[in-house]
């Protein structure tokens, strides 16, 4: 289902967890789209359907690109048996193991933070051209692939709440290519480059479009920017909110002046040492988190709705490290001083899409902090 404003798609999932979309879904046909090239960087991948729609793409010779992060090749601790076949992240390395049988190109661990992408880039200079990018990793929690009942034996607990984005055009696949490019030659964290391009934007179906990478970029700057400019409501949902970033501060500045100030926070990160949950709950935000008993193993969105216009999405949470340290992405689509009728109308129904999620999670997956 989702949302298509003009060359902008915004799913909300999974369905599994009650969600209005089916994301595992919207990836896989995202990839089988593609009619040339795939450039895939994600921090994790361990659903089978997504890898395997990825090797379908290879096995049609198309060029298949992929960066993922290593961690989740290695085990906590070394194992006993080498040779065993078991462990934490086996499925990882089974995918793994498949990409390279397959002859795709596929690096690891180029940060020594977290590379903590989760976009694919198609086709950048054909008719098909797209980024399908959000908060969602392409693994069974994050998509949804898990079957209900059923997830102890899979060794998980649970699906993850998330979102996915597909933006059209040669423009937005563009954007991101040159980041998969930077990261693909090693350029990561903080060795920046002699020059830091602005971030770009653009239009589509009107609405403003505007990606943003951490960290060279400072998604967490134009997150506060926005937000200053709110003048009713923010509403938001977000998997880790730590004292350590400037978001926090600036809504305990906000809170005073705006009619609602809410969020939802994931259970086990909010009540950390390092959270942001008791300053922000002092301040009067109105604090949600996702329920025991829902299905829900983690509330995985990184999710702003700002005004009912304005949305931000993407990987980033709100941490110091995802702002200095982590390979990261943000896309604010919608500009708050909009004048445009026809890009108005099209930003409140992206916006109206997201806040539903919100909503919709605080009164059946969620309670009061």
């Known amino acids: 289902m989702g949302i298509k404003v003009g060359g902008i798609e915004l799913f909300m999932g999974p369905s599994v967890l009650g969600g209005p979309d089916d994301l595992d879904s919207v990836v896989r046909d995202f990839v089988g789209g593609a009619k040339r090239s795939l450039a895939v960087a994600v921090q994790e991948l361990d659903s089978r359907p997504v890898a395997e729609a990825v090797l379908a793409a290879r096995a049609a010779r198309l060029q298949v690109r992929v960066i993922l992060e290593g961690d989740y090749l290695l085990e906590s601790r070394p194992s006993g ?3 065993s076949l078991t462990g934490d992240h086996e499925t990882n390395r089974v995918v793994h193991a498949a990409l390279l049988r397959a002859g795709v190109d596929v690096v690891t661990d180029l940060n020594p933070a977290i590379f903590h992408q989760k976009f694919i880039v198609r ?6 051209a797209a980024v399908l990018t959000g908060s969602a990793n392409f693994t069974r929690t994050d998509t949804g692939t898990n079957v209900p009942g059923q997830e102890e034996s899979a060794g998980v607990t649970g699906n993850n709440l998330n979102h996915v984005a597909i933006l059209y055009g040669r423009t937005a696949a563009r954007t991101y290519l040159a980041e998969f490019e930077r990261m693909r030659a090693g350029t990561f964290g903080d060795r920046h480059e002699r020059v830091e391009p602005r971030p770009v934007e653009f239009r589509l ?5 505007k990606p943003v990478f951490a960290p060279r970029q400072g998604p967490e700057m134009e997150i506060m920017k ?5 003048a009713t409501s923010i509403d938001w949902a977000m998997f880790t909110f730590a004292k350590s970033s400037g978001i926090d501060d600036t809504m305990i500045r906000l809170a005073p002046a705006l009619d609602r100030l809410r969020g939802v926070l994931d259970r086990g990160q ?9 300053p922000l709950k002092a301040a009067g935000v109105e604090l949600h988190q996702n329920r025991p008993g829902t299905g829900v193993r983690k509330l995985h969105h990184k999710l702003m709705v700002i005004d009912e216009r304005l949305v931000v999405i993407g990987s980033f949470n709100y941490t110091g490290p995802a702002t200095t340290l982590n390979d990261e992405n943000i896309i604010v689509i919608g500009d708050l001083e909009e004048t445009d009728p026809q890009a108005e109308a099209g930003q409140r129904r992206i916006a109206a899409y997201a806040l539903a999620e919100i909503d919709r999670i605080v009164a059946d997956l969620a309670e009061p902090v």
Do not use: C, H, I, Y
């Open 81 to 83: 048996d080498p040779w």
């Open 123 to 128: 086709d950048p200079g054909e008719p098909s």
């Open 205 to 209: 179906g009107k609405v403003r479009v």
């Open 270 to 278: 909010g009540v950390q040492r390092w959270a942001a949950t008791e």
């Open 226 to 230: 926005q937000m200053l400019k709110a």
